[in-house]
């Protein structure tokens, strides 16, 4: 037991062996109830450990503790999704947040996790002596923007499972809109799916909604529109449309809020300035053509 404790004294003065170039600094275990934290004393001669809860009360309460040590940067791990609130609430009371791979710290020699001190004040030691480096990390506004096109590409996806679910009823029932027009989801393949979920059988009625863009005729694509209506399949097909459209209207909200951020990013001296033309005169052309599906995708069957 004595040994023992000698041991753990030795490895305790190399740590506090180490230079340090940063006294200044944090450095913080993260787990999911509680947050271990180290930093230097406030009279600035040794360190010290405290814990702290993991709600929002309690992280203002460890900024402020932080804040009364003088600390101006912070390490932490990047473990699971226990760093965001942690990072976002510091970062907001203007803390340096140094986001650490916990790979840097497993690499780093000369430490038994048995015996060594608790990760908080691992961290904070590496982090004085400048022997981590935070991962990139975009600012906030950046960030705010990622999870808006995050959160609209997963509602992107979800739409198209449901074109695939009307494809499929329409399938069941020989119905060929998909033959008939080249997207199921542009402007007639939406006319000919929305009157046939409101009742429409005739082909040739159903034919004249045709996008006057269209290279077939009103006959080639009735033709493909004569089907067995069987009335599983169509609700099938009413439901998937409800929530086909009903999507729709989110991702539109998205994009609203999305081109909101945009404007608001955008600086001052250039918020009347035309956006510069595209070199590349095909890449020129794919912006424009999505910019027009956006608004009703071509008929080109």
């Not at 590409?153 to 695939?164: F, P």
């Not at 009903?246 to 001052?268: C, G, K, S, V």
Request: aromatic share 4%; glycine share 6%; charged share 30%.
């Amino acid at each position: 037991m004595q040994q023992h404790r000698e041991g753990e004294a030795e490895r305790r003065r190399a740590l506090e062996g180490l230079p340090s170039i940063r006294p200044l600094v944090a450095g913080i275990d993260l787990g999911s109830e509680r947050h271990w934290v180290c930093a230097p004393t406030m009279d600035g001669n040794a360190r010290e450990v405290a814990d702290f809860g993991a709600t929002t009360p309690e992280l203002i309460r460890l900024g402020q503790w932080l804040k009364q040590r003088q600390v101006e940067s912070v390490a932490m791990e990047s473990t699971g999704v226990y760093w965001i609130a942690p990072h976002e609430v510091l970062e907001g009371q203007g803390f340096e947040i140094l986001l650490v791979d916990t790979r840097q710290l497993a690499q780093v020699p000369g430490r038994d996790k048995k015996s060594d001190p608790t990760d908080c004040e691992w961290i904070q030691r590496l982090h004085s002596c400048g022997l981590l480096r935070g991962s990139f990390r975009p600012p906030e506004a950046v960030c705010m923007l990622r999870t808006l096109m995050r959160d609209k590409a997963n509602l992107v996806a979800e739409s198209g499972d449901w074109v695939r679910r009307m494809q499929k009823s329409l399938d069941q029932m020989n119905v060929r809109v998909h033959r008939a027009v080249s997207d199921l989801d542009g402007v007639t393949g939406m006319a000919i799916l929305r009157a046939i979920a409101e009742g429409e059988r005739d082909a040739r009625k159903l034919a004249q909604l045709r996008d006057p863009r269209c290279r077939k005729s009103e006959e080639e694509i009735a033709e493909q529109l004569s089907g067995h209506w069987r009335e599983d399949h169509l609700f099938s097909l009413q439901q998937a449309l409800k929530m086909y459209e009903a999507i729709q209207q989110r991702i539109a909200d998205y994009e609203r809020e999305i081109l909101r951020q945009l404007a608001a990013m955008q600086r001052e001296d250039m918020r009347d300035q035309p956006p510069p033309a595209v070199k590349n005169q095909q890449k020129a052309k794919a912006i424009k053509n999505a910019g027009k599906s956006r608004c009703g995708r071509r008929c080109t069957g």
